[in-house]
Structures are given as structure tokens and as C-alpha cells.
Nanobody, 120 residues
Framework: QVQLVESGGGLVQPGGSLRLSCAAS????????MGWHRQVPGNKRTFVGS???????NYAAAVRGRFTVSRDRGGNTVFLQMDNLKPEDTAVYYC??????????????WGQGTQVTVSS
């Protein structure tokens, strides 16, 4: 069974930094993508950034240049380095992984979410 466990959320002042981690276990198929979404209460979950199996990263316009997605050498842990944080970055952050099943179709798994609050 695939599980994703996140850590690293918390309270930070504007302009500060946080690093989120997400460790995936139970994966036995190739990983297409790992990455992050975020959600503010009452709003839809929105894309933040991702990294492909080949190491190509991609970001939402709102965070490009401030956030960095990376993976460890083993490939099953994804990180989100968040710098120059702004109050509008306050949200619950969810990690995800999209893997390729035996029949070639993708399936996505989600973490439980971790709260990030940017406030003075």
C-alpha cells in the first residue's frame, strides 16, 4: 500500500523559509511525478510544483523563483524548499506522487497535508 508522510510545516514570518519533506513508501512501480499542491479553506487545491522521474521540475507562476522541488537519491522522498515566503502562501500543503501502473495508466496518491502559516 502506497503511503506518503509529510513533515516540516509550521509558522514562519514573511520573508522567511521553510522546507517540507514527503517520504513515500510501498511504491513498486515507476514514478512519473512527485510534487506539491496547496489548499486554502474554501478554495480548490492548486498546483505548486513537481519533479518528473527524469528530474525535470515545473512550478506555478505564483511560486516560481521562490520555491524549489527536489528529490533524494533514492527517489522516494520529495522536498519543497520555500524561500521568501509571503502571507498568501499560507495554506495546507499536500504532496503527491503519480505512478505508472502495470497497464500503463497513471494513478495518483496524496499525503495527509501539512499546515504552513506565514504571518508576523
Amino acid at each position: 500500500q502506497v503511503q506518503l508522510v509529510e513533515s516540516g510545516g509550521g509558522l514562519v514570518q514573511p520573508g522567511g523559509s521553510l522546507r517540507l519533506s514527503c517520504a513515500a513508501s510501498g511504491i513498486t512501480s515507476p514514478i512519473n511525478y512527485m510534487g506539491w499542491h496547496r489548499q486554502v479553506p474554501g478554495n480548490k487545491r492548486t498546483f505548486v510544483g513537481s519533479i518528473s522521474g527524469s528530474g525535470t521540475d515545473n512550478y506555478a507562476a505564483a511560486v516560481r523563483g521562490r520555491f524549489t522541488v527536489s528529490r533524494d537519491r533514492g527517489g522516494n522522498t520529495v522536498f519543497l524548499q520555500m524561500d521568501n515566503l509571503k502571507p498568501e502562501d499560507t495554506a495546507v500543503y499536500y504532496c503527491y506522487t503519480t505512478i505508472r501502473q502495470r497497464d500503463g495508466s497513471p494513478v495518483t496518491y496524496w499525503g495527509q497535508g501539512t499546515q504552513v502559516t506565514v504571518s508576523s
